[in-house]
């Protein structure tokens, strides 16, 4: 069958000028890849605004190739990077996860302005910023905050990472790579403490647990002048009670119907724990309702392990309380439960000292009274306590919204 001359004239005079686009397209690209040493800033910017203007018109395969063309290079212009960078995922990867011409203020917008996919490439990179680990966490997909928290070339502000403790509470696998981090600090994992997993748990107890000895020292003078006021300054009082010495609340045996913190703990034993009884023994125990609620009340035990340390109460009281809760201790004769050995484990393993710290630590913030405005501050200083607290960040993600003091 004859071909109809016209439709092949047709058909070469299409080609002709794509053939001649695609060559005029990698001529541009060899222009702006060229090292500064071979042409002039002036030129390569022109050769980059033609180019740019060819791309928007340019196949997926043909931006693919001018990315990739364009991964080593250090002097492209900019504008032509963000835009292959915000291009398809396809196009952009390479070029997110490696070229080094990107600063801060181009990552952050195409972090802003493209997919989760272009978030994972851009997480991938040799070295992340804070401002740039600041987006990432902003963003909060998952996937690549993890590849972020894996890095070790990624330095996270502090902001950041009251963030991402708050987004550790529905992605509870981040605390183990957070707690990893060089950037946490006690007060993000003793808050992250109550829903971590008990690998994670132990770890936060093991080596963000502190003795408190040197503010003891700074400190230790100041209670008898708080004591000449009359322990008036509840700020004061609140204060010095997270760096006292002394753990056992002795004031609250005389109003008490025990003898002591061990007589509270054999009865609860003998009647079962009750919301009176474990009031009684948070008060015996100088630590507020709504702390010794928590602990009374966590499901994992740990923090029963060192409100009986902290305390002073020796290894069967332990075993006595947690059988008070209605908690197996044995699964035969002389055969500890395995929930309740790792639980004396925690117990053995702690000192006396570091386990004071994390009780106190923990009744000061989940029972804090910050949040109650003083009447001498005005709204704006309010604000800002709210905003800065850390006690008030520890109970609002504990417990859940605004926390006022219970006892």
């Not at 890095?151 to 902001?159: A, H």
Request: net charge negative; proline share 5%.
């Amino acid at each position: 069958m004859a071909t109809d001359p016209a439709l092949l004239l047709s058909e070469a005079a299409a080609e002709t000028p794509r053939r001649a686009r695609n060559t005029l397209l990698r001529r541009l690209i060899d222009v702006v890849a060229m090292p500064s040493s071979r042409i002039p800033p002036q030129d390569r910017s022109m050769a980059g605004d033609v180019l740019l203007e060819m791309l928007f018109d340019a196949e997926e395969e043909e931006r693919i190739f001018c990315a990739r063309r364009l991964v080593p290079t250090q002097e492209a212009p900019r504008r032509v990077l963000r835009y292959l960078g915000m291009c398809s995922i396809e196009v952009g990867r390479e070029l997110l996860q490696q070229n080094e011409s990107f600063d801060d203020s181009d990552l952050n917008f195409i972090l802003k302005h493209s997919t989760p996919l272009h978030a994972e490439a851009i997480a991938q990179r040799k070295t992340l910023s804070p401002s740039v680990c600041d987006t990432l966490v902003e963003i909060g997909h998952v996937p690549a905050i993890e590849v972020m928290l894996k890095s070790r070339r990624s330095f996270i502000s502090e902001t950041a990472m009251d963030d991402l403790m708050e987004l550790s509470r529905a992605n509870e696998h981040l605390c183990s790579m957070l707690i990893d981090r060089d950037e946490m600090t006690p007060n993000h994992a003793m808050t992250m403490f109550w829903w971590s997993h008990e690998d994670d748990r132990r770890k936060i107890l093991m080596k963000f647990s502190a003795d408190r000895s040197e503010l003891i020292d700074i400190c230790g003078d100041i209670f008898a002048l708080a004591a000449s006021e009359g322990w008036s300054d509840p700020v004061t009082r609140k204060t010095l009670q997270l760096i006292e010495r002394r753990q056992r609340n002795r004031a609250a045996i005389e109003r008490s119907p025990y003898d002591s913190l061990e007589e509270a703990i054999e009865a609860a034993e003998q009647q079962g724990l009750t919301r009176d009884s474990a009031q009684e023994i948070g008060h015996l125990a100088g630590i507020k309702p709504v702390t010794a609620a928590k602990i009374l009340t966590d499901p994992g035990g740990e923090a029963i392990a060192v409100l009986c340390k902290a305390t002073g109460l020796k290894r069967h009281y332990l075993m006595r309380l947690w059988v008070a809760m209605k908690r197996p201790a044995e699964i035969g004769p002389g055969v500890l439960h395995p929930h309740y050995e790792r639980i004396q484990e925690i117990y053995e393993m702690m000192s006396v000292a570091k386990a004071q710290t994390t009780l106190r630590y923990w009744n000061w913030s989940l029972s804090s009274s910050f949040n109650l405005k003083p009447v001498n501050m005005d709204d704006e200083d309010a604000n800002k306590s709210h905003q800065f607290s850390s006690s008030m960040r520890t109970a609002r993600l504990v417990f859940g919204g605004g926390s006022r003091d219970k006892g």
